[in-house]
């Protein structure tokens, strides 16, 4: 089945130290993007890619950065998580901008120690 | 802006108690409005689009409804494996395709 998985499923890191997360499709959508979710909150935008075309929500830190190096693959980076990042971290795709829902990935829990 | 607001919160139903959730929505043009399911620790799973006031669109015991500023999910003889998180997203027109999600309610179906 087509679908869009990440890995890995749980992250502990410490304070500092750099983390990755990693999302795949094989649902060959042009739309790609990161969420970040904490309890009872709204999943928050972090990023999105419309094909290569990068696009960062202004409320971003700079903390965070994405690569998104061919379709089916894209990667958020963490430089210097804080205790403030630990979350749950969606990745979503979709087949083009206009009126299409998303399809979302099970989701990176990150804890921070 | 965009404001999507959600409500209730939180809601517990016993098994078999009907209810609606609703999903009051500003936008300067509505593209979509999507509704998703979501499990606690999991990716929200898609629902429902819906596109302009008077649609509907029904899934086994949920119905999605929308009016010009409000959509509603009822819930029809809810069972214990309806428990989860319904999230509400909307698309403006003529803007960004980007969704605001609301905060979603959580319901609880009691055995």
């Known amino acids: 089945d087509a679908m869009v998985i990440q890995n890995p499923r749980y992250q502990v890191t410490q304070f500092g130290k750099p983390v990755t997360l990693s999302c795949s499709q094989t649902?060959?959508?042009?739309?790609m993007y990161w969420y970040q979710q904490k309890s009872s909150q709204a999943p928050k935008l972090l990023f999105h890619?419309?094909?290569?075309?990068?696009?960062n929500e202004a409320d971003t830190p700079d903390n965070f950065q994405s690569r998104r190096p061919n379709t089916s693959f894209c990667f958020l980076d963490i430089r210097s998580p804080g205790l403030g990042d630990a979350a749950m971290y969606l990745c979503a795709t979709s087949p083009a901008g206009s009126s299409y829902e998303q399809y979302f990935g099970p989701g990176t829990r990150l804890t921070v120690t | 802006e965009d404001q999507v607001t959600q409500s209730p919160e939180a809601l517990r139903l016993q098994e078999g108690e009907s209810s609606s959730l609703n999903c009051s929505y500003t936008v300067s043009g509505l593209r979509g409005l999507f509704w998703y399911r979501q499990d606690p620790g999991k990716g929200p799973e898609f629902l429902f689009t819906l596109y302009s006031a008077g649609e509907e669109k029904e899934k086994e015991r949920l119905k999605a409804t929308l009016t010009k500023k409000e959509s509603f999910l009822h819930i029809t003889a809810p069972k214990p494996e309806d428990s989860a998180t319904y999230l509400c997203?909307?698309?403006?027109?003529?803007?960004?395709?980007?969704?605001?999600f609301g905060r979603g309610t959580s319901l609880i179906v009691h055995p």
């Open positions: 649902l060959n959508h042009n739309v």
């Open positions: 890619y419309y094909d290569k075309d990068f696009n």
């Open positions: 997203a909307v698309q403006a027109a003529g803007g960004s395709y980007i969704p605001t």
